[in-house]
């Protein structure tokens, strides 16, 4: 583990409009072995709103890494990693689409948008909490994430 890595918390935000996906998530990184503060927009929007902090997130905290769900209202995660991704002040921050579809389709169109990794949420509570862990020990102490 990297040394810079434990001294600081990993700013988490996920993108996330099922409340029961964002209360399991909650619970699973509240497990985490490397401080982590999770921070949630329900839809494309908000997400967008929080990252560029515009009002009335002026004071969001730059995360270090995005969780994103694919089907969301208002602006769907495709279109809020298309947007992240050609920003040249946000692209830098690794982006897990985290999501229940297992299509090809969706996978090819998120790598081709540049998403760092496709993750298929598990139906199984056990196997969600050890995805979850495994997003830890992958992000957050085996690479190096960007400095905010």
């Given at each position: 583990m990297s040394p810079v890595q434990l001294t600081?918390?990993?700013?988490v935000l996920l993108v996330e409009d099922n409340p029961a996906d964002v209360m399991l998530t909650r619970e699973a990184i509240g497990e985490w072995k490397v401080p982590a503060q999770l921070h949630v927009a329900v839809d494309g929007v908000e997400a967008l709103a929080m990252?560029?902090?515009?009002?009335?997130?002026?004071?969001?905290?730059?995360?270090?890494?995005i969780l994103l769900d694919l089907n969301l209202p208002r602006k769907d995660g495709r279109e809020v990693l298309?947007?992240?991704?050609?920003?040249?002040?946000l692209r830098s921050i690794?982006?897990?689409?985290?999501?229940?579809?297992?299509a090809d389709p969706d996978i090819r169109r998120c790598y081709e948008l540049n998403a760092n990794a496709y993750v298929v949420k598990a139906a199984d509570l056990d196997q969600f909490f050890r995805t979850m862990h495994s997003i830890e020990e992958f992000w957050c102490n085996i690479v190096r994430l960007p400095r905010r």
């Open positions: 600081r918390t990993i700013e990252l560029r902090r515009n009002c009335p997130y002026e004071s969001a905290v730059r995360p270090d890494l298309a947007e992240l991704k050609t920003d040249v002040s690794p982006v897990v689409v985290l999501t229940t579809s297992q």
